[in-house]
DNA sequence: GTCTATACCCGGATAGAC
DNA sequence: GTCTATCCGGGTATAGAC
């Protein structure tokens, strides 16, 4: 359907080029269609926008529900560091993933609403899904008892740390970071009920 | 001088729309002149941003160094989580802070290498400084021994992971993940070198 | 240095034939 | 649905008077 090909380029044009930068031109260009083609499909450039990104909300988040189903054997530390590098390879492989991301961060101004009533949601879900999975883990003593919503915070709040080198791009400060950073985020969680920190994670 | 307010306005119209939604037309406009007469002071767009870019740059690097200056006497700890907290305020008050943060994450395409040439020496300059910080800090006895440049890392990451709060603009959630990840980090920080909880690198 | 006037281009969008 | 042709507005940039 050419509808689908229009968004699929379209992708690739508002990922690299932002929404302001990207022309209705060079996406039908890629297409191999002329540009007034492409309102025979869409309204307009907004609008391509939007169904654009939606479209990448909803495959960015069909494959993050593919890989906790993948992984649901391993061990949760595992898991959620695994996470991370998916993330890395997800951002490199797919499109749906930059633009989702550039978009989170820096919306069109005129359509600033719009596009928050697809992050918020998004950030929320993923929040709730890493907090149930973390009781499961602790009521099968995977880890110990951890407060399981401050983590999953905690690990929010690290993943976008990490992401930000996923961003610039270079896959050596991406897992320098990584190296750096997961070991204080891992022994860390475990230490948040005891108050004093000489930390002796206990029994598990 | 007149060039110093074009670059002030072009500093906060750049800030909020980005290179491509910035319109030299609004820049002149504010500043109260024509639009031509931007060109006897730049010689176009680009270079207006670009000197605009290093102006912001320069602001938020002696802001910062006038924070570690003025709040040298603090333990550590509150050093460095007002470190995040006097971030934001920045981010709030001072258009620099939000151009230099969009622009490291999104640079323009046609400058990118222009603009990395600033985002990496600020980044590794900030590591090596909170590297040296830590290090002050633990010969002081201020805190036990950790490997300073490790969790200058890890701080780096838990930075870039609460800026993304501050960039949605709601405080509400910046304070949240605050709340919860600032003691992941700070517990997590202690155990490093307790090699009790078994952390798996992968195989180098 | 600043203005007016204007050139030039490229963006999104529309009309209407096929 | 796709095309050609066109419109309109906005953008950067320049020429030349003052």
Redesign the interface.
């Known amino acids: 359907m050419t509808a689908d090909s229009i968004r699929n380029a379209a992708l690739f044009h508002f990922a690299?080029?932002?929404y302001?930068?990207a022309s209705l031109r060079a996406i039908a260009d890629e297409v191999g269609i002329k540009k007034p083609s492409i309102y025979a499909h869409f309204s307009g450039k907004e609008d391509l926008f939007m169904h654009t990104l939606v479209h990448a909300f909803h495959e960015v988040q069909r494959h993050t529900l593919e890989y906790f189903r993948d992984h649901a054997h391993l061990p949760l530390?595992?898991r959620l560091q695994g996470l991370l590098a998916w993330f890395e390879q997800e951002y490199q492989d797919h499109a749906s993933a930059r633009l989702m991301l550039?978009n989170c961060?820096?919306p069109p101004?005129e359509l600033y609403s719009q596009v928050m009533d697809l992050v918020y949601p998004f950030l929320d879900g993923m929040e709730r899904a890493l907090t149930r999975l973390l009781q499961r883990a602790i009521r099968e003593g995977d880890v110990p008892p951890v407060p399981a919503?401050?983590?999953a915070?905690?690990f929010?709040?690290?993943?976008?740390?990490?992401?930000?080198e996923i961003?610039?791009g270079s896959s050596r400060r991406y897992k320098?970071?990584m190296?750096?950073?997961?070991?204080?985020?891992?022994?860390?969680?475990?230490?948040?009920n005891e108050k004093a920190?000489?930390?002796?994670?206990e029994g598990d």
């Open positions: 690299k080029d932002g302001e930068g530390e595992e550039r961060y820096y101004p919503e401050q983590v915070i905690a929010m709040t690290f993943l976008d740390g990490i992401t930000v961003i610039y320098r970071r190296d750096a950073a997961w070991p204080v985020f891992w022994n860390g969680i475990h230490s948040l920190h000489p930390i002796v994670p």
